[in-house]
């Protein structure tokens, strides 16, 4: 059951995900979005540490440490090395300056997570700034980003396409 209700989720993020990427002209991320994770192996893990008794949990981001999360940060970490819309994807190696396409599929995304548990831009840009320095963003990415996260709601973000 926890399969079927983690593919619900997945299903329904990626719709939301695309539906904002098309908004910004994003039309082949928003359909090739987190594609990996229905990778059967990387399916069935996150189906399993992500899920219990039918509710998603909380996983904590960042890097794990935790044994129990041991095959969950695995492939965390694989699908965030591999995707340009993570900004763990621009840490690697040196702190980069992320491309403006990967900035807004990431806020997309973002927006994407938020819908799918029931809350909209009020508790995004809530969640943004409890979490904004537990990030290592390079400064011209994360000015980007801070102006993205200023816009008074989600139609007005969309409407003003310009990064």
């Known amino acids: 059951m926890k399969y079927l209700k983690y593919l619900w989720y997945l299903i329904r993020h990626k719709w939301y995900v695309m539906l904002y990427c098309f908004k910004f002209n994003l039309y082949w991320e928003g359909i090739v979005h987190d594609l990996d994770k229905f990778l059967p192996w990387r399916?069935?893990?996150?189906?399993?540490?992500?899920?219990?008794?039918?509710?998603?949990?909380?996983?904590?981001?960042?890097?794990?440490?935790?044994?129990?999360?041991?095959?969950?940060?695995?492939?965390?970490?694989?699908h965030r090395e591999s995707n340009k819309h993570h900004w763990q994807y621009w840490v690697y190696g040196s702190l980069r300056e992320m491309d403006s396409k990967s900035i807004l599929e990431?806020?997309?995304?973002?927006?994407?997570?938020?819908?799918?548990?029931?809350?909209?831009?009020?508790?995004?840009?809530?969640?943004?700034?409890?979490?904004?320095?537990?990030?290592?963003?390079?400064?011209?990415?994360?000015?980007?980003?801070?102006?993205?996260?200023?816009?008074?709601?989600?139609?007005?973000?969309?409407?003003?396409?310009?990064?």
């Open 43 to 78: 399916f069935v893990v996150y189906a399993r540490y992500a899920w219990t008794n039918g509710e998603r949990k909380a996983l904590p981001e960042g890097l794990f440490i935790a044994t129990e999360y041991s095959e969950f940060n695995e492939e965390w970490l694989k």
């Open 106 to 163: 990431m806020y997309c995304d973002w927006m994407g997570a938020m819908r799918c548990k029931g809350e909209g831009y009020e508790e995004l840009k809530v969640w943004y700034a409890d979490t904004r320095g537990s990030r290592r963003i390079n400064e011209k990415t994360l000015k980007v980003i801070d102006k993205l996260m200023q816009y008074k709601n989600e139609d007005h973000a969309v409407r003003n396409k310009k990064v």
